[in-house]
């Protein structure tokens, strides 16, 4: 099914665009997800290993987890301040 | 008061919101736009959120922060877009009864808000070049860190003494 991932911040800029849409295989979960943009935008290959996967505005807590259908999907780079070195502290 | 505004914030005027005659104690948190980061220097930020993520998120931080300490008003604002130096980027303002707690629950906030709300800067530098800030790398938090045994200190002996913090 055809399904389209929102990209945020380094995602985005990557990939030249604010979404991306991929062929995802009948019950889909978050690890298909990731091969599905990797073919659709090689761009992203290497930013895979940091990005998260969000589901309905809640992040995926694996490979496994099953992806609904019409679930708003998001990817989610390193977000601005997730253990920063301290003195980068504001 | 949960809010992601591109426009500037008015700290004083949230700060003031949270007040509240059963509070002895109101603390306030700004994040500012800073010049220098080691011997680099930022000319502006840019922040971008997942705004109906961010704002689920925010208000899954006034719910565990809520069940921590005793909170009568809180609000969480975050800006987003281009920010000039010294700028405000970030808010939050808690009242409680007690000092202790309202400064351990500002702490708690605006450090768990920084892991896990999708909102990301980006450095402008002044030799021109930019930067998305991904500190270490690292793979956002997938909760809200659990509860410690580190509980808040409800009230103390030296708080009672003293009418207002």
Known sequence: MPSTILLFALAREKAGAQTITVDLPPSPTVGD????LAIACPALVPLLPTLRIA??????LDDH????LDAELAAIPPVSGGSRPIDQEP | MIEITPDPIDHAAITDRVRSHQAGAVCSFLGTVREMTGDRRTVALDYEAYPVMALKTLADLETEARARWPILELALVHRIGHLDLGEISVVVA???PHRHQAFDACRWLIDTLKEVVPIWKKEVWADGTEDWVHPRGELPRLRLPVQDATLPIQSTPDDDLIGAD
């Open chain 1, 55 to 60: 589901i309905n505005s809640e992040y995926a």
């Open chain 2, 94 to 96: 808690v009242s409680c």
């Open chain 1, 65 to 68: 987890q099953p992806i609904p």
């Open chain 1, 33 to 36: 997800l990731k091969a599905a």
